[in-house]
């Protein structure tokens, strides 16, 4: 009789293969992450995709918090839904009115924040191992579809192995590793922990994803190789630069043999506003990117940034004349590719 744990490998590995084992994933983040700029992302070589932190509690109860926080489209796919929650019947309330749109129910269990401290969820769950080993396995005996976690290390590291064994053994069939502590919070001071990342992928054998570090093409590549792991998440460097997996750099990465590609940052946002024309979400998120995607030239001219700021709503009429203007005034700045 075939082992329980190899059978749920075996399904692991299955629908990870399914669906074309995708290596260039976009992170799940917070207001972030949403279906336009998913897309926006999709056309520029993103494989897979997370949505923002979705809460569950709130999900499962409230019907206007679910149509203005999630959305998807046909072309959508890949698709990972990430809830937080302390709770297993409400989180699978949850998980079961997004399984029939998306391929996994992730399981925040990596959030810092305060926030996630107040709620007791996402890293803070690691106080109570027993919890999450709940969480996992009410999702894993009652869903059609597969559950993924994405996690934080423990400062010692054999504790961070025990951890991803109990998830595999839970029923995870794909973990992400987020190759900081949860008091590492500030990526420009920790470098994510490569090295921790792959004794997990050699610890478990379910398929495993790296986050942490990832701001060009070449770090994706080193990852890989570095750590043996299956895909790679990428956050904030994404945020900036939403082509980074099509190979485009921004300047701050742009040395060795690169060239000036026929793309910038006003590119990206013009093409970002027509997908949240056609696929709409709130305008909190909207304001965002463009902050981001607009960065340099609202540093270059503090008069833009004031404008922005002091649109208490916005509207596309607005934006599209913000894009106007800094084309008027430039410089224009490229985003650059490898020779």
């Given at each position: 009789?075939?082992?329980?744990?190899?059978?749920?490998?075996?399904?692991?590995?299955?629908?990870?293969?399914?669906?074309?084992?995708?290596?260039?994933?976009?992170?799940?983040?917070?207001?972030?992450?949403?279906?336009?700029?998913?897309?926006?992302?999709?056309?520029?070589?993103?494989?897979?995709?997370?949505?923002?932190?979705?809460?569950?509690?709130?999900?499962?109860?409230?019907?206007?918090?679910?149509?203005?926080?999630?959305?998807?489209?046909?072309?959508?796919?890949?698709?990972?839904?990430?809830?937080?929650?302390?709770?297993?019947?409400?989180?699978?309330?949850?998980?079961?009115?997004?399984?029939?749109?998306?391929?996994?129910?992730?399981?925040?269990?990596?959030?810092?924040?305060?926030?996630?401290?107040?709620?007791?969820?996402?890293?803070?769950?690691?106080?109570?191992?027993?919890?999450?080993?709940?969480?996992?396995?009410?999702?894993?005996?009652?869903?059609?579809?597969?559950?993924?976690?994405?996690?934080?290390?423990?400062?010692?590291?054999?504790?961070?192995?025990?951890?991803?064994?109990?998830?595999?053994?839970?029923?995870?069939?794909?973990?992400?590793?987020?190759?900081?502590?949860?008091?590492?919070?500030?990526?420009?001071?920790?470098?994510?922990?490569?090295?921790?990342?792959?004794?997990?992928?050699?610890?478990?054998?379910?398929?495993?994803?790296?986050?942490?570090?990832?701001?060009?093409?070449?770090?994706?590549?080193?990852?890989?190789?570095?750590?043996?792991?299956?895909?790679?998440?990428?956050?904030?460097?994404?945020?900036?630069?939403?082509?980074?997996?099509?190979?485009?750099?921004?300047?701050?990465?742009?040395?060795?043999?690169?060239?000036?590609?026929?793309?910038?940052?006003?590119?990206?946002?013009?093409?970002?506003?027509?997908?949240?024309?056609?696929?709409?979400?709130?305008?909190?998120?909207?304001?965002?990117?463009?902050?981001?995607?607009?960065?340099?030239?609202?540093?270059?001219?503090?008069?833009?940034r004031e404008e922005l700021d002091a649109q208490s709503t916005?509207?596309?009429?607005?934006?599209?004349?913000?894009?106007?203007?800094?084309?008027?005034?430039?410089?224009?700045?490229?985003?650059?590719?490898?020779?």
């Open positions: 009789m075939a082992s329980p744990t190899l059978d749920m490998k075996d399904r692991a590995w299955a629908h990870w293969t399914k669906l074309g084992g995708p290596k260039l994933i976009v992170a799940p983040m917070v207001d972030s992450s949403e279906l336009p700029f998913r897309m926006l992302c999709r056309n520029y070589g993103a494989q897979a995709a997370y949505t923002p932190m979705l809460d569950s509690h709130l999900f499962a109860n409230d019907h206007n918090y679910r149509t203005h926080e999630f959305s998807t489209s046909k072309e959508d796919r890949p698709l990972l839904v990430q809830f937080c929650g302390n709770d297993p019947d409400t989180l699978l309330k949850a998980a079961q009115m997004v399984e029939p749109f998306c391929d996994y129910v992730d399981i925040n269990l990596g959030c810092p924040l305060r926030g996630a401290k107040q709620g007791n969820y996402g890293a803070f769950l690691m106080d109570n191992l027993p919890l999450i080993k709940s969480l996992v396995q009410k999702l894993a005996l009652n869903l059609n579809i597969p559950v993924s976690c994405k996690i934080r290390l423990f400062p010692d590291i054999e504790d961070t192995l025990k951890y991803a064994k109990m998830l595999e053994q839970a029923g995870c069939s794909l973990l992400a590793v987020h190759g900081r502590t949860r008091v590492e919070k500030d990526f420009n001071k920790f470098r994510a922990d490569w090295k921790a990342i792959k004794a997990v992928k050699e610890a478990v054998g379910i398929p495993v994803l790296a986050n942490g570090n990832i701001r060009h093409m070449d770090d994706i590549e080193m990852c890989l190789k570095e750590t043996g792991v299956d895909g790679v998440l990428s956050a904030d460097s994404l945020l900036q630069n939403p082509a980074l997996f099509s190979g485009f750099r921004t300047a701050e990465w742009a040395v060795g043999n690169v060239r000036e590609g026929n793309l910038d940052q006003v590119d990206l946002l013009v093409e970002y506003l027509k997908l949240c024309e056609k696929f709409p979400v709130p305008w909190r998120m909207i304001r965002d990117h463009v902050s981001k995607m607009l960065g340099e030239w609202l540093k270059m001219y503090p008069k833009l916005l509207d596309f009429e607005f934006l599209y004349g913000l894009v106007d203007q800094v084309r008027e005034l430039g410089p224009k700045i490229p985003l650059y590719l490898n020779n």
